[in-house]
Nanobody, 130 residues
Framework: QVQLVESGGGAVQTGDSLRLSCVAS????????MGWFRQTPGKEREFVAG????????TYAESVKGRFTITRDNTKDTVYLQMNSLKPEDSAVYFC???????????????????????WGQGTQVTVSS
């Protein structure tokens, strides 16, 4: 079991930065791949970024490459999403996610297929005004 709690969302303006944090707990937390998805009204939840249990092999959605950076600190059981140069299109509820790292590495990192996490946080709102 993995429990996830996100924080760091807020209301900002175009070009500003935010750093989201997700604290994981449970017996499988340290061995899980972790990442971020986002969702806006009327749209399906979309993948943003992911990283394996070692904190390596990060992957990103094309729309955020060069602007967002995912890192993790296993001493704090925390994954971060540094979001720079924010755009109104980035406005969404951001969800922390976790799943089997082996499947993430083989399917997403190795084969380039979508990641299907097993655990989700409750979400944190990010609003970017133009």
């Amino acid at each position: 079991q993995v429990q996830l709690v996100e924080s760091g969302g807020g209301a900002v303006q175009t070009g500003d930065s935010l750093r989201l944090s997700c604290v994981a707990s449970g017996r499988a937390a340290k061995s899980s791949a972790m990442g971020w998805f986002r969702q806006t009204p009327g749209k399906e939840r979309e993948f943003v970024a992911g990283v394996n249990w070692r904190g390596t092999s990060p992957t990103y959605a094309e729309s955020v490459k060069g602007r967002f950076t995912i890192t993790r600190d296993n001493t704090k059981d925390t994954v971060y999403l540094q979001m720079n140069s924010l755009k109104p299109e980035d406005s969404a509820v951001y969800f922390c996610a976790a799943g089997l790292s082996s499947l993430y590495e083989i399917r997403t990192v190795g084969a380039g297929t979508p990641w299907d996490p097993d655990y989700w946080g409750q979400g944190t709102q990010v609003t970017v005004s133009s």
